[in-house]
């Protein structure tokens, strides 16, 4: 079961220039427990990021690999906008989990950093397609 702080490699369709974040599985942070989640998506620092403070997205929260998250490399938690997949269930969760490391979920201070800086007026919510969703990752989420 995918509860909240897990981290998920997911294809979101959420219609883009390009649709990147449709062609490749990309991990995003659970907010809320099942049945209904809400995603907020993680992208690698950008060189753009360090030398623009002001680039997109404007709410974030940074996060460094450390033994406290299964992140790789510095990582940028955007928190302009929520991803809502509502009646969710998983047939394996596992196969979605972020590539096996210790932990599969970031620690409750990330977790109260993230609630904090989605808090803002202008947030965008998408909700998204179940059956969509489910089609873009092999069926492992109905």
């Known amino acids: 079961m995918s509860n909240q702080r897990n981290i998920l490699r997911l294809r979101i369709p959420f219609s883009t220039h390009n649709n990147k974040l449709r062609d490749k599985a990309r991990p995003y942070i659970c907010m809320t ?3 209904d989640l809400r995603l907020v998506k993680c992208q690698t620092v950008k060189i753009s ?4 403070p002001n680039a997109p ?3 974030r929260v940074l996060v460094l690999p450390s033994n406290d998250v299964p992140l790789i490399s510095p990582t940028i938690i ?3 906008k929520v991803f809502d997949v509502l ?3 998983f047939i394996d969760p596992a196969l979605l989990m972020t590539i096996p490391r210790k932990p599969s979920s970031i620690s409750t201070q990330v977790l109260k950093d993230i609630q904090r800086k989605l808090n803002h007026d202008g947030l965008k919510v998408h909700i998204l397609a179940l059956n ?3 089609r873009l990752n092999n069926n492992q989420i109905r």
Do not use: A, K, T
């Open 49 to 52: 990021h360090r030398d623009n």
């Open 87 to 89: 009646n969710v269930s």
């Open 57 to 59: 997205p404007i709410n």
């Open 78 to 80: 955007d928190c302009d």
């Open 132 to 134: 969509e969703v489910s």
């Open 33 to 35: 427990n099942l049945p």
